[in-house]
């Protein structure tokens, strides 16, 4: 089945740094998902992003089909924004419905 | 507009016992998704739903786990009988498939 790998597994952060993290996948995608797990445990949809680049506030992600990866961007990070933030992917083959999700980066924003 | 619902949000019980987890999808949802999250595994995709039909259920551990969707706005996933390994948080999510995924918050399962 499609692998997703996401990198770096951790970050530690000064408030106001920005960050980039990433996501590759082994083989082509119809769905791609950009999710943050908050300190409480509570999941919250960033981006549907299969292809292109979104912009949300501080946050934008953009996802190169083609190249099989994507990339979130946290800009002036605050400490809210703390938690792990998980890249979830549904290949072309196989379940369409199986959204598999990569380890997650765990993000620490210090004050 | 109400998000996914989950009950119970926190669940303990002992070994051998049937634990039922139940889930309200958002209204016009037409995809629904048990997932289970633990330390070691991170999130596992148990069971999907599409239009009410069980579409992938690989994800399901063993026997002792069951799911239903009897109507577009509620779900349930049994574990009978329960063990201490089963222990973990578990998230119902609903989507207009293949779009967005909203997650409800989880309900904690304790198996003692």
């Known amino acids: 089945g499609i692998q997703v790998e996401q990198s770096p597994p951790d970050l530690i952060l000064q408030e106001g740094a920005n960050s980039t993290l990433r996501c590759n996948f082994s083989d082509s995608v119809n769905n791609l998902q950009w999710f943050h797990q908050n300190p409480w445990g509570q999941l919250i949809n960033l981006f549907y992003?299969?292809?292109g680049t979104k912009q949300n506030g501080r946050l934008s992600a953009t996802t190169v089909a083609t190249e099989r990866y994507s990339l979130l961007y946290i800009s002036s990070s605050q400490t809210t924004d703390s938690g792990v933030y998980f890249c979830a992917v549904d290949g072309y083959g196989g379940s369409q419905g199986n959204l598999i999700f990569g380890k997650g980066t765990k993000l620490s924003v210090k004050p | 507009d109400a998000g996914v619902i989950q009950s119970p949000r926190h669940e303990v019980t002992e070994m051998g016992q049937e634990v039922t987890l139940r889930c309200k999808p958002i209204s016009g949802h037409n995809s629904l998704f048990w997932y289970r999250q633990t330390m070691m595994r991170g999130l596992e995709l148990l069971i999907y739903f599409n239009n009410n039909v069980p579409i992938d259920d690989s994800g399901m551990p063993e026997d002792r786990f069951s799911a239903k969707m009897p109507n577009a706005s509620f779900s349930t996933l049994k574990i009978q009988p329960s063990e201490p390994r089963d222990s973990a948080v578990y998230f119902c999510?609903?989507?207009?498939?293949?779009?967005?995924?909203?997650f409800g918050e989880g309900s904690r399962l304790t198996v003692l």
């Open positions: 992003i299969p292809s």
């Open positions: 999510a609903s989507s207009f498939f293949p779009g967005e995924l909203f």
